[in-house]
């Protein structure tokens, strides 16, 4: 019922920098709230892992191997979460996905929603 379409993957460098985005859709449903926005990977051969999350109150959360490197932010009057990655490494490379959990409004109803977006690839190399 909430879709989320994400953006701004592509092929760069070490050391450069890309911006992802993921905007939260309810369709012909409204969303009332989502309580936490993130982004997770998933390297060939591996499982998908955290990257970094972040709630309401713009509590934030990041993998070790990303600290200080990523920032996550979020516009909550666009349902889109935002995730700023610079000094990028060949270990970054991944597909990258989009996930946000909340609240939306089904016929006066609030029924709780937990959505993931399509992937989006990022590549690293020299």
């Known amino acids: 019922q909430v879709q989320l379409v994400e953006s701004g993957g592509g092929l760069v460098q070490p050391g450069g920098s890309l911006r992802l985005s993921c905007a939260a859709s309810?369709?012909?449903?409204?969303?009332?709230?989502?309580?936490?926005m993130g982004w997770y990977r998933q390297a060939p051969g591996k499982q998908r892992e955290l990257v970094a999350t972040v709630t309401t109150d713009r509590t934030t959360n990041y993998a070790d191997s990303v600290k200080g490197r990523f920032t996550i932010s979020r516009d909550d009057a666009k349902n889109t979460v935002y995730l700023q990655m610079n000094n990028l490494k060949p270990e970054d490379t991944a597909i990258y996905y989009c996930?946000?959990?909340?609240?939306?409004?089904?016929?006066?109803?609030?029924?709780?929603?937990?959505?993931w977006g399509q992937g989006t690839q990022v590549t690293v190399f020299s």
């Open positions: 996930n946000a959990a909340g609240y939306y409004s089904d016929s006066g109803f609030h029924r709780p929603f937990g959505s």
């Open positions: 309810g369709g012909i449903f409204r969303i009332n709230a989502i309580s936490v």
